[in-house]
């Protein structure tokens, strides 16, 4: 079992910048897939940028060139790096991990992002 726990989010006005930070309780060292997911009100929830256990990143076309995932196997932590926010931004966003062995996924409980001025 892996625990999951976001923080960061926050009240941003447009064009600010927010860093989320999702610590795991255990090594993520065996966790293949970190993400970060994000749901707006009426609307499904997205996947937002994720990084693989070997470094490889990913992300969604909406934050290309704004947003950075990063993963720390020291810290158990995996970062995302919100720059230049929009309103549409808005979400509560959550941190996601699947684990290799057995396949398994987990869910944080999500913090919420506000972008707004």
């Known amino acids: 079992q892996v625990q999951l726990v976001e923080s960061g989010g926050g009240l941003v006005q447009p064009g600010g910048s927010l860093r989320l930070s999702c610590a795991a309780s255990?090594?993520?060292?065996?966790?293949?897939?970190l993400a970060w997911f994000r749901q707006a009100p009426g609307k499904q929830r997205e996947l937002v940028a994720s990084?693989?256990?070997?470094?490889?990143?990913n992300y969604a076309d909406s934050v290309k060139g704004r947003f950075s995932i990063s993963r720390d196997n020291a810290k158990n932590t995996v970062y995302l790096q919100m720059n230049s926010l929009k309103p549409e931004d808005a979400a509560v966003y959550y941190c996601?991990?699947?684990?290799?062995?057995?396949?398994?996924?987990?869910w944080g409980q999500g913090t919420q992002v506000t972008v707004s001025s």
């Open positions: 990084v693989i256990s070997g470094g490889s990143t």
């Open positions: 255990r090594s993520i060292d065996s966790l293949g897939t």
């Open positions: 996601y991990a699947r684990s290799i062995s057995p396949p398994t996924v987990y």
